[in-house]
């Protein structure tokens, strides 16, 4: 086992503990050019520990009452679709183009943290990203039934998590508020519950793989590190300022980025 896993795991821990959604972007960089796995092998991986992960980080949350169990269950229900097809399409795309879809990916959401870190939300303030979305969405007037717009949010994030085999809270937090008008802090405790459910489904889609590539010692240890590290990064989270913490991942993400779009795209080619 590599000396560098317990390390790694408890890095990518304090980005989701003190960060919240958008901390396991870094899990797929991690598993493919530090502990050296094969990038489908490493989205399979990385199903199981963002799914574990949030399971485990979903107690708290329900003894405070900041989950709702049952709509839940149907927003992750509804992007079962998306999440199958997306892990589906994973094992049919080819490794370079998966990473460079990722880099893009992480691109974006560092690009959108640094903007929000610097405008702030008001003199001198910052946003606390541990009850905000990474990802602010303003609410858009649209004719057609709630329930599109939900089979929508639910389908995309589901996609998203089956294809790339991250969480997806930047997106989903902002989904849950748009879509179904919850608070930020029942958001954030409700959207552990949609990312284990969406991350459940991406894997039964891969079921065939499980069991026999997977390095088991490499995932019981990368998730053990990084629940131990989120909740470090829980306590980290309400003693550093949350504009600190935004820009130190946004440039962390965009330089995990800029390696993996390099290692990535002379392959396209």
């Not at 460079?100 to 959108?112: N, P, Q, R, S």
């Not at 990064?233 to 003693?239: I, T």
Request: with cysteine; aromatic share 4%.
């Amino acid at each position: 086992m590599s000396p560098l896993l317990v390390p790694v795991g408890l890095v990518i821990g304090l980005a989701l503990g003190a960060l919240g959604g958008g901390g396991s972007m870094l899990t797929i960089p991690a598993l493919v050019y530090v502990l050296g796995q094969q990038p489908g092998i490493a989205t399979t991986s990385s199903l199981l520990i963002v799914g574990t992960t949030s399971l485990l980080g979903l107690a708290p949350h329900l003894r405070a009452g900041r989950v709702r169990v049952t709509q839940g269950l149907m927003f992750g229900a509804l992007g079962t679709a998306g999440s199958y097809a997306g892990s589906l399409l994973s094992s049919h795309v080819a490794p370079a183009v998966l990473l460079t879809a990722f880099a893009g990916l992480m691109l974006v959401v560092a690009t959108v943290m640094l903007v929000k870190s610097i405008r702030g939300s008001g003199p001198g303030e910052a946003a606390d990203l541990s009850r905000e979305p990474i990802v602010t969405l303003r609410p858009v007037t649209c004719a057609c039934p709630r329930l599109v717009k939900l089979l929508v949010a639910a389908t995309s994030v589901g996609l998203l998590t089956g294809l790339f085999g991250v969480g997806g809270g930047f997106l989903l937090v902002p989904a849950l508020v748009l879509a179904l008008s919850f608070p930020m802090p029942v958001a954030v405790g409700t959207s552990l519950l949609v990312i284990a459910v969406n991350s459940a489904t991406a894997l039964l889609s891969r079921v065939s793989t499980i069991g026999t590539d997977l390095d088991w010692p490499l995932i019981a240890g990368f998730t053990a590190a990084a629940v131990v590290g989120s909740l470090v990064g829980g306590r980290l989270a309400s003693r550093i300022p949350p504009k600190v913490l935004s820009r130190t991942f946004a440039v962390l993400v965009l330089a995990v980025a800029g390696y993996t779009a390099a290692s990535s795209i002379p392959a396209l080619v």
